[in-house]
């Protein structure tokens, strides 16, 4: 179900790139209906012939830091399904680099039928410590069924779209604003290098309101100006 949604929508899947597991169902059900799959494989997985043959784009690196390292660039957010060691070692990952700001990227952890009621209660357990904040800032989101799980997913989606329209919007203005700047600058130096050029030649009065108008914030030349005026 996953993996026919992520086609569907128009979303790309970022994986292990490796055979066996859940990933491996949700990745071919994702390439079944024509969506984009990118694998992030180490050499050892490779060595061991476990390659997956259904990546669109496969990246093949070094070891399994560079492998979460690589998966993190790539995603814009992170889904854990049930799984053994490596789900907890990637899961962990993105909680830990989020905790300390790294990134801002959500986690949605599926606790499908209790999968991960045991990570419940140890989070609860090191926050009744007081290892854990009573609010922290970054944490997993769990979710009890694959239902639950899109329709979180599909909030996100709408979430990120709405960022992506403010930081698009941000950077048109601040295109603006700097070609604005620039314009200015370039008549405030054409202004500069004629005073410069022709400061022994006097100004009439409509020349020097016009100039002190233009760089009404910059004082010195102001005083400059007003002197070749006298």
């Not at 050029?197 to 102001?222: A, G, M, S, W």
Request: with cysteine.
């Amino acid at each position: 179900i996953l993996g026919t949604w992520i086609a569907q929508a128009g979303h790309v899947l970022v994986y292990g790139g490796a055979t066996g597991g859940l990933m491996t169902h949700v990745s071919n059900a994702t390439k079944e209906l024509s969506g984009t799959v990118v694998g992030v494989i180490p050499q050892r997985i490779v060595q061991a012939k476990r390659m997956a043959d259904n990546c669109d784009v496969l990246y093949i690196v070094e070891n399994m830091c560079e492998r979460k390292q690589r998966m993190k660039e790539l995603a814009d957010c992170f889904v854990c399904l049930p799984g053994s060691y490596g789900t907890l070692d990637e899961m962990m990952d993105v909680i830990a680099s989020g905790t300390v700001d790294e990134h801002r990227k959500p986690i949605l952890v599926l606790n499908y039928q209790g999968f991960y009621e045991g990570l419940k209660q140890q989070i609860e357990h090191m926050r009744s410590l007081a290892f854990l904040p009573q609010q922290e800032q970054y944490a997993p989101r769990l979710v009890n069924t694959i239902e639950e799980l899109i329709q979180e997913l599909t909030l996100l989606k709408q979430e990120l779209e709405k960022q992506q329209i403010k930081t698009r919007d941000e950077r048109t203005e601040l295109r603006r604003v700097i070609r604005e700047e620039a314009r200015k600058e370039s008549y405030k130096d054409q202004i500069i290098r004629s005073i410069r050029e022709y400061q022994c030649q006097p100004l009439c009065y409509d020349e020097l309101k016009h100039f002190n108008r233009v760089l009404k914030t910059d004082n010195d030349l102001i005083i400059s100006l007003t002197d070749i005026h006298a």
